[in-house]
């Protein structure tokens, strides 16, 4: 905790999440041993969904989180391979927002990001809430507090 009281809060899947990826990979593994042998081609579905199950065993051991709080800003964490994690400084977000898609179904917060060389909006970046185990209004609060303590801007 720092000084003015804020925590570095990191965001993770769930258990239950990383069980059920895990489960699914590892049934297309089955299928793909069982379909073999009715086909050889299904067989390049084996070294594939293995390596998926692998990898979501090591995101899972290794408890990376989604998003990373802190005074620095939201960190959005990539997890395809060779990209990096993605930092947005508090002071060039300017606007924080709840989106729905897909009729409501889908809720994600959206980030207005300040770009100071034309005083244009850049791209706006966004976190499903399905999957850090905030509800979406919970995780807009949160948002907001940390944005109001180290963004130097005004929230519309």
Known sequence: ??????????LRHSVGEHLFGIGAAALMVIVCVIAMTKS????????FFGAVMIWLIYVAITGKGSVTLDSSGVKISSYNY????????????????????????????????????????GPIPAI???????SPETLLMLLQRY??????SELI
Do not use: C
């Open 82 to 121: 060779g990209e990096k994690d993605q930092l947005i400084p508090w002071s060039e977000i300017d606007h924080i927002q709840i989106t729905e898609l897909n009729g409501g179904k889908l809720k994600m917060i959206t980030f207005d990001i300040k770009d100071a060389k034309n005083n244009k909006k």
């Open 40 to 47: 050889w081609i299904v067989g390049i579905g084996i070294p």
């Open 147 to 152: 944005h109001k303590q180290f963004g130097y």
């Open 128 to 134: 499903s809430t399905n999957y850090v185990g905030y």
């Open 1 to 10: 905790m720092n000084d003015q009281g804020f925590e570095r809060i990191v």
